[in-house]
């Protein structure tokens, strides 16, 4: 049997306070993980185990079976896009994506990075220093750089943050046509369930240290395990045990009660409805706020201890602020949250 | 008056002048001690005749007590920077138990009066001192020689180094350094090519503040290095005094004379402030940024 290209085995890492892991992770070549969770889950600290810029405190690391726990960064073949990008500001665009032919002692400039510059429309930029470029410029320098010194894993740490929709469409563009034309695989990290969603072969989710989650998109999608996930998979709406606790004794409650699972219950913004008539399973509820949004209107209900949020389509006119009502919602979709042994698997 | 009520008061002219007056204040407070800083200097060069600061530089007395006070300020110098840098570094990339103990020591220079800190030398490499006789042994005397004279220059101003070049090599983003590793640099590689770029003009800017400390000693200098005996001794060669002594011997016999040596020695310190200033300027022009967190 052929070993994975990169295998993280009850990897554990950590500093006081906090501990990473066990993380068991195989990756195949040109495979995209997308790492997710909650601030200070440890995503940044795993990244940083992997680059070896962090020393794990457990666990092994494989390269193809090769064990590379104990091999320093520059000898590990990692990439490494750090949040704030890290460029060497004292070197042209051109010098920073040279850095590592340069490392090895090529000429200087290299022909492969004269390649990379193309490739990652920074050629006329070439000359410029990492200030004198825009946000995404910088970001296409930082990924070419990386990429420069052919990464087995390449590890990207919220590439897309403070991007306009464009420059960041590019970059994934960019991101996916490297990943699937190298031998490497990608480890990313974002809070951008869009760009998760368009990238991700599976999805790592972290909370408090430990992984809650690992699978593919549409299993993340059909059944999140927590409230995370969930609102990470597009649910606007999740009720945590806590939330779910608050109402308890109230008989309106009886049907999302009834359907809750052990971290909560999620339901869709698009799946609520508004109405004026009581009726059975129906949740009293008073407009809070109604929002415009690019499709629509965004209505903010208060149902007793609850807030939840319904998303109007036109036709349909919105409510008025304070207006009284009823939610309902099909009992169908409101997905029970069955947390950590239900939503993970390979 | 409007069905809306009175309208309120234009505060505009109050407004403005609340916002003008702290600022104007702090101007003014700034000012005068840019004035009192210079005044002094502008004093001292306004004093003395042009015609009598170039007959002191012309002067062999001067010529060699500033020749011999620049080759020691230089070697204490050298000596700050072959032992600060590493020091600098370590305090600044390093935790072990003990650093702040270590970065206070370095700063203790800074705040000993410099008489003392000539006594206390005195008492580690006098001639009577165990480590003094047994350098004198070596054939390296300490006491009255070049030795003594770099070695309270040195005391006295390799505080600046190791302080700026720690601050230096910590403004590097430990990030960046971790980055520039894992694209397959050494960690000598990353020092050369990221960490010392980065820092050098808060190294150099140190080194300038520890060679000017160093050429106007006199504190330390009147215990271990008033006058100086050649090293290695050799026969009919003249005593030396370093610039700052003689001024000083000199205005206890001519006030004039040694009001044209300050003035001179100020000019040549101030040539040299403009050199490291220009530096700095040609370092900003190539692209050495005064922040590395780009």
């Known amino acids: 049997m052929n070993s994975p290209w990169v295998a993280l085995e009850g990897l554990r890492a950590g500093y006081p306070g906090f501990e990473l892991g066990p993380v068991d992770l195989s990756m195949g070549r040109r495979e995209v993980v997308v790492v997710v969770g909650p601030s200070g889950s440890g995503k940044t600290t795993l990244l940083r185990c992997l680059a070896g810029l962090a020393r794990n405190s457990g666990g092994r690391l494989l390269w193809e079976g090769r064990d590379v726990t104990s091999t320093s960064p520059e000898h590990r073949n990692v990439g490494y896009v750090p949040q704030g990008l890290s460029l060497f500001p004292h070197r042209t665009v051109e010098q920073n994506v040279g850095f590592a032919k340069e490392t090895l002692g090529a000429p200087t400039p290299d022909r492969e990075v004269r390649a990379l510059l193309e490739r990652f429309e920074l050629t006329s930029l070439a000359r410029r220093r990492p200030h004198e470029l825009s946000g995404g410029q910088r970001q296409r320098v930082a990924m070419a750089r990386a990429l420069a010194a052919h990464p087995r894993l390449l590890l990207w740490d919220e590439p897309l943050s403070g991007l306009d929709v464009l420059a960041r469409d590019d970059l994934v563009q960019m991101m996916l046509e490297v990943t699937s034309q190298q031998d490497v695989a990608l480890l990313l990290v974002t809070h951008d369930p869009s760009v998760a969603f368009s990238v991700a072969d599976r999805f790592l989710l972290l909370h408090g240290g430990s992984v809650r989650f690992l699978g593919d998109p549409e299993r993340l999608m059909s059944s999140p395990c927590d409230a995370f996930s969930a609102r ?39 799946r609520l409805s508004f109405v004026q008539e009581e009726g059975r399973g129906r949740l009293p509820a008073v407009v809070r706020w109604v929002h415009r949004d690019p499709l629509g209107w965004r209505v903010g209900l208060e149902c007793g201890p609850w807030r939840l949020e319904q998303h109007l389509r036109p036709p349909l006119a919105p409510p008025e602020v304070r207006q009284r009502g009823w939610v309902e919602v099909d009992e169908r979709h409101l997905l029970p949250l069955r947390g950590l042994e239900e939503g993970r698997g390979n | 008056m409007s069905e809306r009520g009175e309208a309120p008061p234009r505060s505009g002219a109050i407004g403005g002048w ?21 005044l002094p200097l502008f004093a001292l060069l306004t004093s003395v005749p042009p015609m009598a600061i170039l007959r002191a530089a012309g002067s062999p007395a001067v010529e060699v007590s500033l020749g011999f006070t620049v080759l020691a300020s230089l070697l204490a110098l050298a000596g700050s920077v072959v032992f600060g840098l590493p020091l600098g570094y370590v305090l600044a990339r390093r935790r072990f138990p003990g650093r702040e103990v270590i970065e206070s020591i370095v700063l203790l220079p800074l705040v000993l009066p410099h008489l003392i800190a000539g006594l206390a030398l005195l008492m580690v490499f006098g001639p009577d001192a165990p480590l003094g006789r047994f350098l004198a042994t070596l054939g390296i005397p300490v006491w009255d020689t070049i030795w003594g004279v770099v070695a309270v220059m040195g005391y006295v101003s390799t505080s600046y180094v190791v302080s700026a070049s720690m601050t230096a090599f910590r403004a590097v983003d430990p990030e960046m350094v971790g980055v520039a590793r894992t694209l397959g640099a050494s960690r000598g590689d990353v020092f050369l090519q990221i960490t010392l770029p980065l820092s050098l003009r808060g190294i150099l800017g140190g080194m300038g503040l520890s060679w000017a400390r160093s050429l106007s000693e006199i504190g330390g200098l009147l215990v271990l290095g008033y006058t100086v005996y050649p090293w290695p ?48 300027w040609a370092l900003r022009a190539r692209g050495a940024p005064r922040e590395s967190r780009a």
């Not at chain 1, 045990?241 to 309106?252: F, H, M």
């Open chain 2, 18 to 38: 609340a916002s003008i007056l702290p600022s104007a204040s702090v101007a003014g407070l700034a000012g005068v001690l840019v004035v009192l800083l210079l």
């Open chain 1, 232 to 270: 990470f998979a597009g649910y606007e709406n999740v009720l945590s045990t806590q939330d779910l606790a608050a109402a308890s004794g109230a008989p309106w409650a009886r049907p999302w009660l009834d359907r809750a699972g052990p971290e909560g219950i999620a339901c869709s913004a698009e």
């Open chain 2, 233 to 280: 001794a050799g026969a009919n060669q003249p005593v030396w005094n370093p610039i700052s002594v003689l001024i000083f011997e000199t205005y206890q016999i001519s006030p004039p004379q040694a009001l044209a040596m300050a003035a001179l020695l100020l000019l040549f310190a101030l040539s040299a402030f403009l050199g490291m200033r220009v530096l700095e």
